[in-house]
């Protein structure tokens, strides 16, 4: 079974760009989540997403948005893009996300996102 | 508010010894733990986890341990070999709406393991 891909693999943009990250999931997972990860503040839940729905938000502001498709596969937006966005971003998918059954998210390898 | 620590940055083991690795949480809510090894610029890879009614989870080197009383878990590595020098994060997810999808981290330990 192929694992999480998330594409691009990196990227380098400016401030006041816009970004668009993609996720395709596990064959069969229907969650996908979103993190950042940062030296400063480790590993951060963005969003989460199930059947093209956003079910769970972390603390960030509005300019980080994403949206999923009906195959499941997600993207994550970034817009008017500032340094501090510079961040590994990981996209995991699980089964159902509803932690009902205790589910194991699997990481792709994520994308590395550099903010000039 | 951090509800995942893990207190020791890093540790250093001499191969074939054991790695102990710690972690505490706060929020009872958390009812599954979940170790995951982790590269530099790559994406976490799960090692093991553990639910909340269990106090002891075994594969292979690796075994995890719960102290739900104490709010406190450890991984165990038996032997320690140089491939295992990495970042180690710990994680827990709690059941719920607002928990859906979520992961909360610790910091991670970087992990040495000198041949």
Redesign the interface.
Known sequence: KAGVTQTPRYLIKTRGQQVTLSCSPISGHRSVSWYQQTPGQGLQFLFEYFSETQRNKGNFPGRFSGRQFSNSRSEMNVSTLELGDSALYLCASSLTGTGAVQETQYFGPGTRLLVL | DQQVKQNSPSLSVQEGRISILNCDYTNSMF??F?W?KKYP??????LI?I?SIKDKNEDGRFTVFLNKSAKHLSLHIVPSQPGDSAVY?C?A????????????????TILTVHP
């Open positions: 009812d599954y979940l995951y610029a790559e994406g976490p890879t799960f986890s639910s994060f994680a997810s709690a059941k719920g709406s607002t928990s859906y999808g979520k992961l909360t981290f610790g910091q991670g």
